[in-house]
T-cell receptor, first 114, second 111 residues
Framework: GAGVSQSPRYKVAKRGQDVALRCDPI?????LFWYQQALGQGPEFLTY????????KSGLPSDRFFAERPEGSVSTLKIQRTQQEDSAVYLC????????????FGPGTRLLVL | DQQVKQNSPSLSVQEGRISILNCDYT??????FLWYKKYPAEGPTFLIS?????DKNEDGRFTVFLNKSAKHLSLHIVPSQPGDSAVYFC??????????FGRGTQLTVWP
């Protein structure tokens, strides 16, 4: 497949559990973004990588959220001690070298925290 | 604060007619703009974009207009088709890379 893939597609977690969400960007894409989309809202920026470097993490809502991209390809978004307000769709997008290049989105991971 | 606003949560249009979706922004630093289309349980799909150096970009049935002085852009779909029914998101970006999204407009195209 040529597109961005994300796994799992759905995740149910009990409050307090840790979760890890995976993103496989389009092959060769240098830039990778994570967004959070709450119900009825547009996607909200979380963090941005260029290759393995995390250049912007200003959107991460708390220190319970952590993202990594150790080899400049696959990325993982980790949420520790999940809370009910973390319930949302987590979207990953990738793009080429220029920050103005179009971002292509994956299908998202729908997280429900009970 | 919402830097990108889509003030119409929904729009209903008859098949064959024009659909016009509107978007306003507040940040003068934005220099490129995109429209995404989203079906339920899928990620946003890129539709069309425009750079701030242009005022119009066209791709088939889709045209985006940019009015920088008014900080306003619009997406025109002509003719509208039932398969166009989806949520449309306006997004804006700058050299920082991150995109700012509006809350979306649900377009329904009825036969």
């Amino acid at each position: 497949g040529a597109g961005v893939s994300q796994s799992p597609r759905y995740k149910v977690a009990k409050r307090g559990q840790d979760v890890a969400l995976r993103c496989d960007p389009i092959s060769g894409h240098v830039s990778l973004f994570w967004y959070q989309q709450a119900l009825g809202q547009g996607p909200e920026f979380l963090t941005y990588f260029q290759n393995e470097a995390q250049l912007d993490k200003s959107g991460l809502p708390s220190d319970r959220f952590f993202a990594e991209r150790p080899e400049g390809s696959v990325s993982t978004l980790k949420i520790q001690r999940t809370q009910q307000e973390d319930s949302a769709v987590y979207l990953c997008a990738s793009s080429g070298w220029d920050q103005r290049e179009t971002q292509y989105f994956g299908p998202g991971t729908r997280l429900l925290v009970l | 604060d919402q830097q990108v606003k889509q003030n119409s949560p929904s729009l209903s249009v008859q098949e064959g007619r024009i659909s016009i979706l509107n978007c306003d922004y507040t940040n003068s630093m934005f220099d490129y703009f995109l429209w995404y289309k989203k079906y339920p349980a899928e990620g946003p799909t890129f539709l069309i974009s425009i750079s701030s150096i242009k005022d119009k970009n066209e791709d088939g049935r889709f045209t985006v207009f940019l009015n920088k002085s008014a900080k306003h852009l619009s997406l025109h779909i002509v003719p509208s088709q039932p398969g166009d029914s989806a949520v449309y998101f306006c997004a804006a970006g700058s050299t920082l890379g991150r995109l700012y999204f509006g809350r979306g407009t649900q377009l329904t195209v009825w036969p």
